[in-house]
Every structure is written in C-alpha cells, then in structure tokens.
C-alpha cells in the first residue's frame, strides 16, 4: 500500500498524512480535509484555475457578481446583480441624487478580488471550493 501525503500550505513539501506539522517548516497541518497523493512539480491544483479569473473579475466588475458566477455561487451572484439593479434604478428615479448606492456592491466585489488573489492556491482551493465559504 502507497503512502499517503499531505502537502504543506506554508512550503508546499510533502509530509506523510499522519503528521500534525510539517517536517520541512513546523506550520499546523491539522486544518487539511484528508490525505493527498504526492503532485508532480508543476501540477496544478484543482479548482485553483479559478482563482485568477475570479479575482480579476471582483476587482474590475465586481459589482455586477461575476466573480461569484465563476466560483459557482449562483444565489449568490444573482445578489450582487440585484444589489446592483435597484442601487442603479434608484440613481436614476432620483436623478442622480442616489448614485452613490452603485459603489457600495463594487467595492465589496474589489475587496472580494483582491482577497481571492492574495490567497494561496491551496488556501483558495480549501476556503472556496473545497469549503464552499461564499462570502468575504
């Protein structure tokens, strides 16, 4: 029976599935949902792959909710698209008077983005997908 392996979020080494820490730096491996089997180098992570089109989504339209739709947050992206439709209905009733109400989704989608990029692959991949943490 092939050993089984975890990989550190930290140094991204493998160590054997029953250690707590990593062998190479010492960070916690206890917040990891199951063992892996050893990557090749330069493997990719699933899921990781939409880390960067998320994120860059969130910061240029993240208003509209795309970046959700990405991630496959369907409810929640609709959210952002309604957010987005009554901030832009009430800018125009009132003549422009409540156009402010527009920024507010498209800053949370920008922070979003940025928080999506700033994240490891591991870290994404864990928090959104494995996770399914669909806000902030």
């Avoid at 990557?39 to 795309?66: E, F």
């Avoid at 920024?103 to 940025?114: R, S």
């Avoid at 692959?121 to 399914?132: A, R, S």
Wanted: aromatic share 10%; charged share 10%; net charge positive.
């Amino acid at each position: 029976m092939a050993t089984q392996y975890v990989t550190c979020p930290n140094c991204r080494s493998q160590n054997p599935s029953n250690m707590m820490m990593c062998t190479n730096c010492g960070t916690s491996l206890s917040f990891n949902q199951g063992p892996m089997q050893p990557m090749a180098p330069g493997a990719k992570i699933p899921g990781a792959d939409k880390k960067i089109a998320a994120g860059i989504c969130g910061i240029l339209i993240g208003g509209l909710g795309i970046h959700k739709f990405i991630l496959g947050y369907q409810q929640e992206g609709i959210i952002y698209l309604a957010m987005f439709g009554v901030a832009f209905a009430l800018a125009i009733i009132s003549c422009g008077i409540l156009s402010f109400l527009l920024i507010i989704p498209g800053v949370m989608g920008l922070i979003e983005g940025i928080i999506y990029l700033t994240k490891s692959d591991e870290e994404f991949v864990q928090t959104y997908i494995v996770n399914k943490k669909p806000w902030f």
